[in-house]
């Protein structure tokens, strides 16, 4: 079992991958790099697999969603893999209804709007409910050679989806309830909360060797509303996952005003996106956290040289620090170039820290 004491060594079993060094912020040759949302439609191979089947049906089925996570792992040469899942799968046992509407994303057929609404929400046994999830990842075990990360959505990111009904740009439902209807806003996240926090424990049980919470849409609040409505319930996810001995990355985008408190919600790693500098993030969280990040998905879209200068960049940025974890501001876009990815992981193995 790994040491509460981020800085002290890791179980034998762990010592050599790079990316867990990297989250306890031990020394490695090169950063470790993996990309979020790495399994997916950029890739041929997926696009292949989805012709046949639908998004929930690939993670309906373990060895379906086993093998989409392999592709980038195999195409790519990243050093960890992360679970193809989705964070609002928690919703369909919740009894909330999810689809995927072409070209609109997720869909939550029954939104949470009422106080009556949350009473509703039934209970959810990780085990039972999203046993599948759990299967996928006992199947990748046995046949990956770098670290599994497994997620969750935080509990502000899936109550938007929940009470919104789908995506948003405004989160105007969400805001409503969180000014106007505090007691059902603060009874949905304890809800949510404990839901969210038994499926990530579930998973590390399972097998996952490092987990990540995502608040893909935390930034849409400011400071005082996090503090306020967000942090005691993102806290207690990342507290009980950090009970089962992995890391833990906690990822938010549009966070540069939210930082301080992201970091004290709790988290080994902290994710950074592309809007502040890579050495200015972690100035705000001090040195005793390891930071995820930072480059701008689009990004991959230019010119090699110009890709290479931004990578160069960000890892120049480090300093030579322990506890860097290569990786994108957010997710990869639709129909970026797999040889650029696989050119970026090569870059930043490539740099090595006597290019400081």
């Known amino acids: ?172 439902k969400t805001k409503t309830m969180m000014y106007a209807e505090p007691q059902t806003w603060h009874a949905l996240m304890e809800k949510l909360s404990t839901v969210l926090s038994d499926y990530l424990v579930a998973q590390i049980r399972a097998g996952a060797q490092a987990v990540q919470v995502f608040d893909s849409w935390v930034g849409a609040l400011s400071p005082q509303d996090y503090e306020e409505f967000v942090l005691p319930y993102s806290q207690k996810i990342l507290q009980d996952a950090k009970k089962e001995n992995v890391p833990v990355i906690h990822f938010g985008t549009n966070t540069a005003t939210l930082l301080p408190l992201i970091k004290r919600a709790g988290g080994d790693v902290i994710g950074l996106d592309w809007r502040i500098h890579l050495d200015d993030g972690w100035r705000l969280l001090g040195d005793d956290v390891a930071v995820q990040g930072n480059l701008d998905p689009t990004v991959l879209f230019a010119p090699l040289p110009e890709i290479k200068k931004r990578v160069d960049d960000i890892l120049r940025r480090t300093n030579g620090r322990a506890g860097h974890i290569f990786n994108l501001g957010h997710g990869v876009l639709q129909h970026t170039p797999v040889d650029t990815l696989k050119a970026v992981v090569e870059m930043v193995h490539e740099f090595r820290r006597t290019s400081l």
């Open 1 to 172: 079992m790994a040491h509460s004491q981020p800085t002290k060594e890791l179980p034998i079993t762990n010592y050599q991958s790079p990316f867990l060094r990297a989250c306890y912020r031990q020394p490695v040759d090169a950063s470790p790099v993996w990309f979020m949302r790495q399994a997916g439609r950029y890739m041929p191979e997926y696009r292949a697999i989805r012709k046949k089947y639908s998004l929930l049906e690939i993670c309906y089925q373990p060895e379906l969603a086993a093998e989409v996570t392999l592709q980038p792992v195999r195409a790519l040469g990243v050093d960890a893999a992360i679970l193809f899942a989705d964070i609002l799968l928690p919703a369909i046992p919740l009894g909330v209804g999810l689809e995927f509407a072409k070209g609109e994303g997720p869909v939550l057929l029954n939104p949470v709007r009422t106080m009556e609404d949350v009473k509703n929400l039934r209970p959810v046994n990780p085990e039972t409910d999203l046993g599948y999830v759990l299967d996928a990842i006992r199947i990748l075990r046995r046949e990956l050679s770098v670290p599994l990360i497994g997620f969750c959505g935080a509990p502000f990111t899936v109550a938007s989806y929940i009470i919104e009904g789908g995506s948003s740009r405004k989160f105007l």
